[in-house]
């Protein structure tokens, strides 16, 4: 047995959610190691859908303008019932950098991945178990074990299970993983399928022998998912031929199926781990919520598992904040992973129940994707996963309540283009997202910039290495020119009016781009990081 470094960060997993929240941790300098037993990073993407807030969140790295120009987007939706077309869906685009969620493939994703965490000069350690694990008040200590059979026990100050369903991380700490399992198995494989267009569209075909959906993939490639009848064995690979035989009967005979990279059976679970923390070590993507690959947010879910768990597991080692910040991850990725799995179970068991139906329930089934206005925009915030609200976190607080109720803390920063700073034109989203949080000094429209220019100064003195802080003045208030501070010149006051500050005031953003706290008060900061952030 040998004893090793002691590291800030174990991560367990490396995967897309252990290699995005390592990368996230890695790049504000968190000394991290993520292990994985695995041989290397897995081929048979299972996850195939990146949606907007997903892409967000991998702009910040630098990462996404790859995925976009070579991913496919996902712009609608074909349903069909008992082989007759019956409705079309055209998305609108969504407020966002990214419009539109695109697919791109999960060991796509991982390589790219896997090589921002090389800049940052760290690597995965394949082959490498983790096979025990104890801790107390002052760190963690697992135990791995490497391909040559020898082991090592590695001290952390914490660690994360981003280990996937069967997670040896949560069967360690004796965290339970409640839930149900359908009752029908399914088939799934990546294969191509001729006369499959548009290829921007997800197809469901609903049929009394059942379903069958046709996913994107990049590269002209489906996804296929198809229920099995209830008695199947599913046990072993399964045919091309198989498949082909139920798209023949579910979908009317016109797509034929070729080049299949890989085939396989499964069965669906609907599971969130009882806690998602125990004492210094965390749980976080499949790990922690298992659901329907229905409507693709599985992957995503981890993805945003990771970014809101990096910046406050790196403010807790640093010291800025109570260790007690880290139970607000539960107490906001919970309820969002309960919602996940409820909501894709709603739609999988309708889908599955199809062939029971009556008329007037089908036609009911139908009428729910018929969306327009204000309802439809809900709708696509809702599935780009744009609104995923903390507004009950104990670590959102909210001085000025009459201001915009959808830019309130909790929720996510809306984008305003047009800005200056500098000699250089830019957007809001160009500041957040971290590494640090991000202050924003309004000015207002009329009265002297000066009151929030000394309040400027005197919050980058105070809290420079954790927070970037930006005066933000609007055209009729620009004043002197800053050589000392990070100036936004909102020329139009867009951004000044967007988020009702019109008279003078602060927004603190956190490093996974959702508001923290606002208030009319420019001496407000202070009372917020000494009441909330370091309240332990």
Not at 109 to 124: C, R
Not at 389 to 408: C, F, K
Not at 411 to 440: M, S, W
Request: glycine share 10%; charged share 25%; with cysteine.
């Amino acid at each position: 047995m040998n004893e090793s470094d002691s590291t800030d960060v174990l991560v367990v997993g490396g995967r897309t959610t252990g290699m995005m929240l390592a990368a996230r941790l890695a790049r504000q300098g968190i000394n991290v190691r993520i292990v994985d037993g695995s041989p290397g990073i897995d081929i048979h993407s299972r996850a195939t859908l990146l949606h907007s807030r997903s892409l967000e969140l991998l702009d910040n790295l630098g990462i996404a303008d790859e995925m976009v120009s070579k991913g496919q987007p996902l712009r609608g939706m074909h349903l069909f019932f008992d082989g007759q077309a019956v409705m079309q869906t055209s998305d609108p685009p969504v407020d966002s950098p990214h419009p539109y969620g695109i697919s791109y493939s999960q060991a796509q994703i991982e390589g790219m991945l896997e090589a921002k965490l090389g800049s940052f000069g760290v690597t995965v350690e394949r082959g490498t178990e983790f096979v025990g694990l104890d801790q107390d008040d002052a760190c963690v200590r697992a135990r791995l074990r490497h391909r040559d059979g020898s082991e090592e026990t590695v001290e952390a100050a914490y660690m994360v299970g981003c280990d996937g369903a069967h997670s040896a991380t949560r069967h360690m700490l004796g965290i339970g993983f409640p839930g149900t399992r359908s009752r029908y198995p399914y088939m799934l494989a990546d294969v191509i399928a001729d006369n499959d267009e548009p290829a921007d569209a997800w197809f469901l075909f609903l049929h009394s022998l059942g379903a069958i959906v046709f996913a994107i993939l990049n590269g002209r490639r489906r996804q296929i998912i198809a229920p099995l009848p209830e008695d199947h064995p599913a046990e072993g690979e399964p045919e091309l031929a198989e498949l082909q035989s139920m798209i023949d009967l579910r979908t009317g005979g016109s797509y034929r199926l070729r080049d299949p990279l890989w085939l396989a059976y499964f069965r669906i679970n609907y599971r969130v781990a009882e806690r998602f923390r125990d004492g210094r070590v965390f749980l976080a993507g499949d790990a922690a919520h298992v659901h329907s690959p229905f409507a693709g947010h599985g992957m995503n879910t981890g993805i945003q598992d990771a970014c809101n768990l990096a910046w406050k597991l790196t403010l807790a080692i640093r010291g800025v904040a109570s260790p007690a910040l880290l139970d607000s991850y539960d107490a906001e990725r919970r309820p969002v992973a309960q919602g996940v799995v409820e909501n894709t179970r709603t739609f999988t068991e309708s889908v599955e129940n199809y062939p029971s139906m009556t008329a007037g329930e089908r036609d009911s089934f139908l009428n729910g994707f018929r969306r327009e206005g204000d309802e439809l925009t809900a709708f696509r915030r809702s599935f780009e996963e744009l609104d995923l609200d903390y507004g009950a976190s104990p670590i959102g607080r909210d001085d000025a309540a009459d201001l915009p109720e959808d830019v309130r803390p909790g929720l996510e920063a809306r984008n305003v283009a047009g800005l200056l700073h500098g000699d250089e034109g830019c957007d809001l989203f160009r500041f957040l997202g971290g590494p640090h949080h991000c202050l924003l000094v309004f000015a207002g429209m009329n009265a002297s910039p000066e009151a929030a220019r000394a309040r400027a100064r005197e919050a980058h003195a105070t809290y420079g290495p954790w927070m970037d802080v930006h005066l933000v003045l609007a055209q009729a208030n620009n004043g002197n020119a800053d050589t000392d501070l990070s100036v936004l010149l909102d020329r139009q006051a867009a951004l000044t009016r967007r988020y009702g500050m019109e008279g003078a005031g602060i927004y603190l953003f956190r490093p996974d781009g959702h508001v923290a706290y606002r208030t009319h008060r420019l001496d407000g900061l202070k009372t917020y990081v000494d009441t909330v952030l370091n309240a332990g």
